[in-house]
């Protein structure tokens, strides 16, 4: 792979393939999810999204925290900061699929596959610069030393 490439400034950074590789696993699984509620439980567009996009919460939330993006700082607060992100990003995805539902009269499988790529780009670029922000909030500060004053 080109050097250049990989040393982009904060376009290309090592985070978003390591999101990419967990976004895999977890859109393999929530869209299994969602099939297999559509399938075997009748459940309706909106029953089945939440159902798999919830069981994916947690192991997201374990992976990329530690893995993606590597970070060190308090985790209940950043768990709330993730939910937060994860409900903006559902948000953009459910808007999606029952636009193209309800709108395109898009077949309601197609639409929950096409709605993905809307969820993973606004989780990304929120748990980045949000949830797992790298700052003073998430990195303890050494304490200030005061001069001292010569006698």
Same mark, same amino acid.
């Given at each position: !792979?080109?050097?250049?490439? !990989? ?8 985070? &978003? ?5 967990? *976004?895999?696993?977890?859109?393999? =699984? ?8 559509? $399938? ?11 159902? *798999?996009?919830?069981? *994916?919460?947690?192991?997201?939330? %374990? &992976?990329?925290?530690?893995? =993606?993006?590597?970070?060190? *700082?308090? +985790? ?13 990003? $559902?948000? %953009? ?8 539902? @309800?709108?395109?009269?898009?077949? %309601?499988?197609?639409? +929950? ?14 748990? @980045?610069?949000? %949830?797992? /922000? /790298? ?5 303890? +500060? ?5 001069? =001292? @004053?010569?006698?």
């Amino acid at each position: !792979m080109n050097s250049d490439l !990989m040393t982009a400034p904060k376009l290309l950074d090592r985070s &978003l393939f390591k999101f990419l590789i967990v *976004g895999i696993g977890n859109t393999l =699984t929530g869209l299994s999810v969602i099939y297999a509620m559509k $399938y075997f439980f009748a459940a309706n567009d909106i029953y089945a999204n939440a159902f *798999g996009y919830t069981c *994916g919460l947690i192991v997201s939330y %374990a &992976l990329n925290s530690r893995w =993606t993006f590597e970070f060190k *700082g308090e +985790q209940l607060s950043a768990f709330k900061r993730f939910c937060i992100c994860f409900l903006l990003s $559902y948000a %953009a995805n459910i808007l999606t699929v029952m636009t193209l539902i @309800k709108a395109l009269s898009l077949d %309601a499988y197609l639409a +929950q596959a096409l709605g993905m790529p809307a969820y993973t780009v606004t989780n990304y670029i929120l748990c @980045k610069h949000y %949830a797992f /922000k /790298k700052d003073s909030l998430s990195t303890p +500060q050494p304490e200030a030393v005061s001069p =001292t @004053k010569p006698d």
